[in-house]
């Protein structure tokens, strides 16, 4: 008898990978043999970068020379520029994030080579841009003017300045920084096996991109985030937070959040979430969202026997720092862009085209009849 294929490809390798890699019952995650525990509020993001891209932790000049890199590519294309100013009044954010990331490829220098040069160079300025992109396209909407870039920050601390317009206390930007730690890498998800898909096809590390955002702007990867803050919103009064999740749990729904395809105890990402969560409000002076979160883990830990995901504590930690909500998987994609490019790179050096199997459940042994012998639909 032949084993029916795990639905989802649940447990199925799909690639080897040097990258991240996960311990889901322990709840460990690690990036390139790094336990993430290790490198949260360590590293800063463009170490993180290096990391991923370039496969080890960088002296200082390694990191000064990505650093030089990444903000010689904090440009946008005319294109560019021109198609924001044209989507951010009428598109949704993934949205526009999709289509500008397809246009990032018409003009870059290397477009047309895969080879590990290009594509690093390529990846730098993919990671450059993705902030930008966020950035440009919430001015676009807006109406405002985007503030330039201010060379004394990172990508984190310019990220917060250019969507609120405002220059981030340096705590705040180094929480965001954290979560673009946090964020950067996740193994076989959704859509990191899109782009690697696509990539195994030998086409453009800018079109695996496009696959990956396409894929995480699916509710059921991408999203969680938002949900999350809309409910602590919904709720409104921290005093009907046990009520709220009692009712909707009894209901059978679902409170995004909560659980993990992989992790069977707490995901290790939120462990360092819920301390920034705390931190940020008590730096801004508002820890309701924070202590209403709280209160939701204790009730759907008691009812379900569910943990915190990523996305549950993510949700007030960008709330606190000014972030809007239908931002927040934008957001996701900045940094997840430092694992995409890093496995489009991974899969472009080792590649073998990605085509599985499938198993057929349809009628067999049709025959064919003429169009007007065909019965007519009931």
């Not at 949260?40 to 370039?54: M, Q």
């Not at 294309?77 to 018409?106: F, I, K, N, Q, Y």
């Not at 080879?115 to 950035?135: F, G």
């Not at 330039?148 to 929480?175: K, S, V």
Request: charged letters at 25%; proline letters at 6%.
């Amino acid at each position: 008898m032949v084993d029916k294929p795990a639905k989802g490809l649940a447990d199925v390798v799909a690639a080897s990978t040097a990258l991240s890699d996960i311990d889901g019952r322990a709840g460990r995650l690690f990036y390139r043999g790094y336990d993430i525990h290790d490198l949260a509020g360590r590293i800063t993001f463009e170490e993180c970068v290096h990391l991923l891209l370039r496969g080890t932790l960088p002296t200082r000049a390694e990191l000064g020379a990505l650093e030089a890199e990444l903000a010689a590519a904090r440009t946008l294309p005319p294109l560019v520029e021109e198609l924001a100013a044209r989507l951010g009044p009428v598109a949704g954010p993934m949205e526009a994030l999709r289509t500008l990331l397809s246009a990032l490829g018409h003009d870059d220098p290397d477009k047309d080579s895969n080879a590990p040069d290009a594509n690093q160079r390529k990846a730098v300025r993919l990671v450059a841009r993705m902030p930008l992109l966020v950035a440009r396209y919430e001015h676009a909407r807006r109406g405002t003017t985007m503030p330039p870039a201010d060379p004394d920050l990172g990508i984190a601390g310019n990220f917060l300045l250019q969507i609120t317009g405002d220059r981030p206390p340096q705590r705040a930007a180094e929480a965001f920084d954290e979560c673009l730690v946090l964020h950067a890498d996740h193994t076989m998800n959704a859509s990191t096996f899109a782009a690697r898909v696509c990539a195994a096809t030998l086409s453009d590390m800018h079109s695996a991109v496009v696959a990956a955002i396409g894929t995480l702007k699916g509710p059921l990867h991408g999203g969680a985030n938002e949900a999350v803050m809309k409910s602590l919103v919904q709720i409104g009064d921290p005093a009907k937070v046990d009520a709220f999740v009692r009712a909707e749990l009894g209901a059978g729904k679902k409170l995004m959040g909560f659980g993990h395809r992989v992790y069977k105890t707490e995901d290790p990402r939120a462990t360092h979430l819920r301390r920034l969560s705390r931190e940020l409000g008590e730096l801004t002076g508002d820890t309701t969202y924070y202590g209403m979160s709280t209160d939701m883990e204790r009730v759907v830990l008691e009812v379900k026997g569910l943990y915190p995901n990523v996305d549950f504590f993510a949700a007030s930690v960008y709330h606190a720092l000014g972030i809007p909500t239908d931002l927040f998987t934008p957001v996701f994609a900045v940094s997840r862009m430092a694992g995409w490019t890093a496995h489009v790179i991974e899969q472009h050096l080792d590649n073998r085209l990605i085509r599985p199997d499938s198993e057929y459940v349809g009628v067999r042994d049709q025959k064919w009849v003429a169009i007007d012998e065909r019965p007519a639909a009931t």
